[in-house]
């Protein structure tokens, strides 16, 4: 059949919709709004697979206007006007209901041609985007538009999903398949919780299996062979990379080997290497630091390592630098110094360098003291001595205070005794 299975068994009610229970269970919103009918400017966040556009399907049955469907990667201005054109004529004599699928396509302008129809309800909106819609929707589109996010199904979710598509096909072909449960769970937990996904994995295997006797048997290996190699969603440039990579950084600060080593397989397994070594490097810096200032070469030495030698060998540096970073004592008392410092400098804060760090060796006319009067610290006692560095007007600013680690302390109470 050339239609995918997905799509011939497409929920018609909310009931039987999988997932998404945070806004479709019993009196949640959304649930609340699709049964009142009275449907206001809407636009679904999430991955794909999981039942947007479903729910704009089941939304645009129940009310009386007139549905329009939109692709924001394919439409053009000139589809929004022939849209507008029907406004107020017998085609949608009660206004139009606009699915607007991956609204983060269209620009600013097109965007902005909805906002007159949305504002006196001739046209309502149902927008649907994986992307976050705060950074790539227009403002005063979001300002007219309530937000409805959508999250990954869990497999335990996607099994009566999966079940159904055995016993349609059975239905549709005549035969009984066999398939243990076993298999079944390999499918939904290899889906990445798309739905989607999943039903094209079960359409897969039936049609990869032998029919014998009337009877079709769904083997493991089938199933192993055809699934989707990875349950994981990324893209380098959207939402889950972010979030990947900003877990896998706060898991090495928050010192758990663990899960920093989920989330450095997890950037592995979709080959993002770049990313991995860069947020090892920043760790290493800003959260272990003076705690232990020896690891700072000894994880570049690692990420050179692995990016001359790459994937697969390259899991292996990189899984003992991330090991060492998220095991070893912590301080940011380098990082927050710098920012302190940086504040002071941006805000205008800065004034003349004194003038025995200045270099130059001569003085003009206007200046009485004359001469350089620099202090050489080498020539002293404990090869330091006491002088102003600061220019005068951040005498008495304290940007680095000591951490309290091993490494920083000691350093601290040689510098109290010398310094006293």
Known sequence: MSQPLADRIRPDDISLVCGQKHILGEGKPLRNIIERGDIPNMIFYGPSGIGKTTIARIIASKTN???????????????????????????????????LDEIQYFNKR??????????????????????????????????RATVFEFKPIGAEEVLP??????????????????????????????????????LN???????????????????????????????????????????????????????????????????????????????????????VGLAYPQIIPIVKAAVDTALEVGLPEARIPLADAVILVATSPKSNSGANAIDMALAD???GKIGPIPRQLQNKHYDGDEVQNKGQHYLYPHSFNNHWVAQQYLPDVLLGSEYYTYGE?????????????IKK
């Open 405 to 417: 680690n091993k490494i920083e302390q000691a350093a601290k109470q040689y510098w109290d005794k």
């Open 201 to 287: 994995s079960v359409e897969n295997c039936f049609l990869a299996s032998k029919t014998e006797n009337g009877k079709c048997v769904i083997t493991l290996e089938t199933a192993l062979a055809l699934s989707q190699k990875s349950s994981m969603r990324y893209d380098k440039d959207g939402d889950e990379h972010y979030d990947i990579v900003s877990a896998y950084q706060k898991s090495m600060r928050g010192s758990d080997p663990q899960a920093a080593l989920h989330y450095l397989a997890r950037l592995l397994e979709a080959g993002d290497l770049p990313s991995a070594c860069r947020r090892l490097l920043v760790c290493a810096n800003e959260d």
């Open 161 to 198: 999903v999966i079940e159904r598509g055995f016993k349609t096909l059975g239905e549709e072909y005549s035969v009984e398949i066999e398939v243990s449960d076993e298999v079944k769970l390999k499918i939904a937990k290899g889906c990445g919780g798309d739905a989607r996904k999943a």
């Open 110 to 143: 097109q965007q902005q041609s909805l906002l007159q129809y949305m504002e006196n309800g001739k046209i309502t909106l149902i927008a649907s985007t994986t992307e976050n819609p705060y950074f790539y929707v227009y403002s005063a589109i979001l300002s």
């Open 65 to 99: 206007k007139r549905l329009h469907r939109l692709n924001g990667t394919t439409a053009s201005t000139k589809d929004i006007k022939e849209i507008v054109d029907e406004l107020d004529t017998m085609l949608a004599p009660n206004g139009v209901l606009l699915y």
């Open 345 to 347: 400098v941006r805000s």
